[in-house]
């Protein structure tokens, strides 16, 4: 029986979409988005009996299939009543809400679910849900999972082969914990590596973004005719269209301003290679093109994707995406359905009135049933596909519960070798590398010894802090890797991080770069790492100043501007964010005991490396890197004019989450506790995030008034913040009172002794309107004459108080200058 006839004898359940998903669109402007042919493939059996099924299913069993939950928001019984389609697990995001919750942990919740979601007792549905999860470098939520280098380690690596390895390692691992469906590939070209998603980017060249695209889909899911969605496989989701890593700025969310052809061309090559290679499903994107967001988007969701394209699968939305379409908010959004969104990604509490809004405008003919018709279609043609009708529940498949196969030995090998193919090699005076492991070696550097800084962003937290070693059972840290291999050569080492030596070594390796990030708070004004704080630049010339050789290893997340730390170097090797296996890197940049290469320097940049901290300029182009042996590629001496105007600029403290080198610090009965996770508590005082405008993006903190409770924005070292020492100078604070604030609240700043500033501020808040962010200016020249020192400040921001209260924040910042109508509050003792 033909498609088109199932779609008749089902009187209307088939929209047009479905009729015309596998036939060429010849309108005018396909010449630029080519009709790609799926190996899947419309299969006639599968057509039916999903007909049979949409025949009777109700309206409200419909629109739970388009509802996409978070395993904060919703309990069994939540799935049990209403029988969403899926649910996810956000970045930080856990069962039990526990970071160490163990593999089966998740995969009793994922058995709970699962029979809640066929339990037809109360919904009327036996309908299976599913599982989605960002394993974006690995299974990365999951404590002891092996964590591989993040994309742009990988596009330097510059091998498919690869790529499809590490997926297919990353299902079996996923499977463990009975998930169904992982958020990856992404498949962003990044056009401006400000972006603070840029290393999510395999590289700024499209034609490595399409072949890695098809990669990792194959390794996700299988090959079509071979091993398809089968019992070691997990659904793909090819992300996020379109035109992500293009945005004016690089500003995550922002705005895409180019023409179509450029959009197709340098944007969407990863979904000509990811859709060539089956993948079921399409993520919508958060930005906007030319203007108009992209999850309101009928013209690239539906007569591109899903017409022109040939699409088959589903797209769904990103966390709350469908909210930021003008009109829209997080629970009420009929453009996005009409658009061609076809499940709704609503992680909080909002899910629930935007379900039942749909059902109402549905009756109320704002979506048309056909529209609905044709996602639940789409919905359950993947779920087919993917066998979920028909497996046994997670708890009962092949590879559940097999936690031996969570960071196994023979995935981690794979990750290591992903490590020493991704290294890329920029300076080598004298060939210095590889080092003699039998020498005298001094490893220094914050990340040295620090796993969770080498793994970056989206690992076990959603921004990749808070995590130590221990954190990473099974991995090994780059000084690890280094250390067991010069001891087994006989040579001598010393980790020393802030570089002060017992011994005076043969050579120093320094191991520094970015502090975790992801998407949001990675994004950077300029590409001048460190500007105004240089201390990694200040350890390589002490070690140089002493004479000693050193050798940079730079961990980031996009190629910056390090012409001084470049030159402070013998030599350098940016090795991105590697991930749990550092023993990749000693692979490398380590001789063996004999004196012989063990691996040569064979990654090349998947992006070029800026001249300029602007980057209009570029030093190194993209494909360069060197290998052992090879002429070095810069000059001895790089210019290290900045090329920027000297302004003081704002100090961001927090900004949709605590930035570095700031930590969130909770205060109660003479006790303290950094904040490392979304949701923490200490005695009288508790804090959670929550979303304000994007994910996670606000802070609360609830105060119990069982005794005095308070909370600090503090720094590890103090910071010397003189240059916003001028009379239009603010402390700036934007927050929400949610309750009628107490008598008493106290404003508290810490410097060195002797200099701190402790003073009520409750009359302040009280006249601030209640449940309205409003932002309170604190002119710093006032807060010094009470006597706070600009010179050595240890804590940014805190209050504090004995009574019960609630208030939020989602930005906190120093500013050299505020607009003169702005109110400012001076505090004086």
């Keep these: 029986m033909s498609i088109a006839l199932a779609c008749t004898l089902a009187l209307g359940a088939c929209s047009n979409d479905d009729r015309n998903a596998n036939v060429p669109d010849n309108q005018e402007g396909n010449e630029i988005w080519p009709y790609i042919e799926s190996p899947v493939g419309l299969n006639n059996d599968i057509e039916m009996r ?249 013209y690239l969701l539906t007569d591109v994707l899903k017409q022109k394209m040939g699409f088959d699968g589903f797209v769904v939305g990103d966390w709350n995406g469908h909210g930021q379409i003008p009109g829209c908010t997080n629970y009420d959004c009929p453009q996005a359905a009409n658009a061609g969104l076809d499940v709704y990604m609503v992680p909080t509490d909002a899910w629930k009135p935007l379900y039942e809004n749909l059902i109402q405008q549905v009756h109320d003919g704002v979506i048309p049933e056909a529209r609905v018709n044709d996602a639940v279609r789409r919905i359950l043609r993947v779920k087919m596909r993917a066998g979920l009708f028909d497996k046994p529940s997670p708890a009962e498949r092949p590879f559940a519960g097999r936690t031996e196969l969570i960071g196994a030995a023979e995935h981690r090998e794979v990750a290591r070798d992903a490590v020493r193919q991704s290294l890329v090699l920029l300076k080598n005076n004298n060939q210095l590398l590889p080092l003699d492991p039998t020498q005298r070696i001094l490893v220094a550097g914050t990340a040295a010894d620090h796993i969770g800084q080498a793994s970056g962003g989206w690992t076990i937290s959603w921004q990749g802090t808070g995590n130590s070693n221990a954190d990473f059972p099974g991995g090994t840290s780059i000084y690890q890797g280094i250390a067991n291999q010069v001891q087994a050569a006989g040579g001598d080492i010393e980790l020393a991080e802030d570089g002060q030596f017992i011994e005076k070594p043969d050579v120093a390796i320094v191991v520094f770069g970015e502090q975790p990030y992801a998407e949001g708070n990675g994004d950077i004004a300029n590409l001048d790492f460190q500007r105004g704080n240089a201390i990694d630049l200040a350890l390589l010339n002490s070690l140089r100043e002493q004479g000693i050789p050193v050798v940079s290893l730079f961990i980031s997340g996009r190629p910056m501007w390090v012409n001084p730390e470049l030159n402070a170097s013998d030599a350098f090797m940016a090795i991105w964010l590697p991930g749990s296996e550092g023993q990749g890197v000693a692979d490398v940049v380590l001789r063996d005991a004999e004196g012989n290469v063990q691996y040569d320097a064979t990654g090349r940049l998947p992006f070029s490396w800026p001249a300029t901290p602007n980057a209009e300029e570029t030093l190194l182009q993209l494909g360069m890197g060197m290998s052992y042996g090879d002429n070095n590629l810069l000059d001895d001496e790089l210019p290290e004019d900045i090329g920027l105007e000297a302004e003081t600029e704002a100090l961001v403290v927090f900004e949709r989450a605590v930035q570095q080198p700031w930590l969130l610090e909770l205060s109660s009965s003479d006790e303290r506790q950094i904040v490392e996770s979304s949701v923490q508590a200490l005695g009288a005082i508790q804090t959670e995030t929550f979303d304000d405008q994007v994910q996670e993006d606000a802070r609360r903190v609830n105060f119990s008034g069982e005794e005095q409770a308070g909370f600090s924005l503090v720094t590890p070292f103090p910071r010397d913040l003189r240059a916003y020492d001028t009379d239009v100078s603010a402390l700036s604070i934007t927050l929400r009172t949610e309750q009628t604030v107490p008598d008493s609240v106290m404003l508290n700043l810490y410097c060195s002794e002797n200099c701190n500033v402790s003073t009520n501020i409750a009359s302040e808040l009280t006249e601030l309107p209640e449940n309205e962010w409003q932002t309170l200016n604190f002119n710093l020249r006032c807060l010094q004459d009470a006597g706070f020192n600009l010179a050595q400040v240890g804590s940014a921001f805190g209050l504090s108080t004995a009574s019960s209260w609630q208030v939020s924040f989602n930005d906190i910042r120093f500013v050299p200058e505020v607009a003169e109508d702005t109110n400012t509050i001076c505090i004086s003792e």
């Design 50 to 298: 999903i007909t049979e099924i949409m025949e009777n299913m109700t309206i409200e069993q419909k629109i739970a299939q388009m509802i996409q939950p978070e395993i904060r928001d919703i309990t069994v019984e939540d799935m049990r009543q209403y029988g969403f389609g899926s649910y996810l697990n956000g970045g930080g995001s856990f069962p039990n809400n526990d970071k160490y919750a163990t593999p089966q942990d998740w995969i009793a919740l994922a058995e709970a679910m699962y029979e809640a979601s066929i339990d037809d007792s109360l919904d009327g549905s036996s309908i299976p849900t599913m599982w989605g999860t960002d394993a974006v470098h690995g299974h990365n939520n999951v404590i002891g999972a092996t964590i591989f280098p993040h994309n742009i380690g990988l596009g330097a690596a510059n091998n498919p082969d690869l790529i499809e390895q590490i997926a297919a390692i990353t299902a079996r691992e996923v499977m463990v914990t009975g998930i169904d469906w992982v958020f990856a590939p992404t498949v962003a070209v990044a056009k401006n590596l400000r972006w603070g998603r840029a290393y999510e980017s395999y590289s700024e060249n499209p034609a490595i973004v399409r072949e890695y695209a098809a990669s990792i889909v194959t390794g996700l899911q299988g090959e079509v005719g071979k091993d398809f969605l089968d019992d070691q496989r997990v659904i793909s989701t090819v992300k996020h269209f379109v035109g992500d890593g293009g945005t004016t700025d690089g500003i995550d969310q922002g705005n895409t301003e180019i023409d179509e052809q450029t959009l197709f061309d340098e944007h969407a090559q990863g979904y000509v290679g990811g859709l060539g290679a089956g993948a079921q499903t399409v993520m919508a994107t958060f930005n906007s093109w030319n203007g108009e967001k992209i999850h309101g988007s009928h």
